[in-house]
């Protein structure tokens, strides 16, 4: 991910790249259908790593009206990408959004205000005046040199902005980590590196410091997960052959969670992250399940895949400047039509279809 913005800026010229990928690890059951649990909708919270972040702000905004919370992972505001009118969704993601030279030339925070705000008005998103109670999480390692805090400070400017009350913010820059979700797992990548798979040790796991931030009083996480990883025909979901979204996704259920109603957390991986690339090593390892076990929490892992021909993109990276739709000059990926965002809002709702088990 060190180099994720040469690579974009390279894909932005049309190169065609092949990634390796590595052997997957699913410790998941066979696909099948995700299934409808009962969860509580209007209790729903988000968060994600990089563009796994972008894609946490876009769904999180789009969808504020059922959102209580959302944990941005070294990503930069919504709509970062259209900053600067002069320049190309892509290149505003590959320098504005990313590591810009100076702040100046950084996210346009205040026109992304008003931008947001006039598409709350045309109902194209989730009315806006639904965030300002709920609780934010903010990441940016001293070491990250592919987001710069530089970037990820204008998030937190954009959440106040719209009313979000300043305590209601958790906003992070004092770790030296690099470019990565953080753990407590001594296997994982040392803290200050950018390494794939981009999950770092740094003596704590940064799932349950956003789990609790956004949800308040919460019981300390099971030592081990026990509940039951559902491997699911992602493509159900999907209505554009131009996703770049798996085949297959991932929820995790506690065991009580068939049987009563819980809470749901989507969690969005980073480039490079998917399942197709590193296999369970994000949804099993990053910390979210065992917290899932002891607080009533279902979580649920979309996925993205690296795809080299049409959409391009090579680093399987979550769309934040539009490849999902590369026919349109301005494509949406930031609506509530935007390919990605439909696809994974549908998953959501299924997850919200009434549990005849728990009847």
């Not at 590196?193 to 099971?222: M, V, W």
């Not at 992602?234 to 969670?257: G, I, N, R, W």
């Not at 910390?287 to 002891?294: K, L």
């Not at 509530?336 to 997850?351: D, F, G, Y």
Request: hydrophobic share 35%; net charge negative; charged share 20%.
């Amino acid at each position: 991910m060190d180099s994720f913005s040469k690579l974009l800026r390279r894909v932005s010229r049309s190169a065609v790249i092949v990634l390796p990928f590595l052997v997957s690890t699913h410790t998941a059951i066979a696909a099948d259908k995700l299934p409808a649990l009962g969860v509580n909708l209007e209790n729903t919270s988000v968060s994600g790593l990089s563009s796994g972040a972008f894609m946490t702000s876009q769904f999180y905004v789009v969808n504020s009206d059922i959102m209580v919370g959302a944990g941005v992972i070294a990503g930069g505001p919504y709509l970062c990408a259209q900053s600067y009118a002069y320049q190309s969704y892509m290149v505003n993601a590959t320098t504005a959004c990313m590591n810009p030279l100076t702040a100046s030339v950084g996210p346009n925070t205040q026109m992304l205000v008003s931008k947001t705000k006039k598409l709350s008005k045309e109902k194209k998103i989730d009315n806006i005046d639904n965030i300002k109670d709920d609780k934010i999480y903010i990441f940016s390692g001293k070491a990250d040199h592919v987001v710069a805090t530089k970037v990820v400070d204008q998030t937190e400017k954009f959440f106040l902005d719209l009313g979000v009350d300043a305590d209601s913010i958790l906003y992070n820059t004092n770790v030296d980590a690099g470019h990565a979700i953080i753990t407590n797992n001594k296997k994982d990548t040392e803290c200050d590196l950018t390494k794939a798979p981009f999950i770092n040790d740094c003596d704590f796991e940064q799932s349950h410091r956003i789990i609790r931030h956004i949800y308040g009083d919460t019981k300390p996480p099971s030592e081990k997960a026990t509940g039951k990883i559902i491997k699911f025909d992602q493509l159900e979901f999907v209505d554009s052959e131009y996703t770049s979204m798996s085949k297959h996704a991932y929820a995790y259920v506690p065991d009580q969670c068939y049987s009563q109603s819980c809470n749901l957390h989507v969690v969005f991986h980073g480039c490079l992250q998917g399942a197709d690339v590193i296999g369970d090593q994000y949804y099993a390892g990053t910390g979210y399940n065992e917290i899932a076990d002891t607080n009533n929490l279902v979580m649920l892992y979309p996925q993205v895949h690296p795809s080299k021909g049409k959409p391009l993109n090579p680093q399987g990276c979550w769309d934040f400047w539009g490849y999902s739709l590369p026919e349109e000059s301005q494509p949406d990926y930031f609506t509530k039509e935007a390919p990605q965002i439909k696809a994974v809002t549908k998953m959501v709702k299924r997850l919200a279809q009434q549990n005849v088990a728990a009847q």
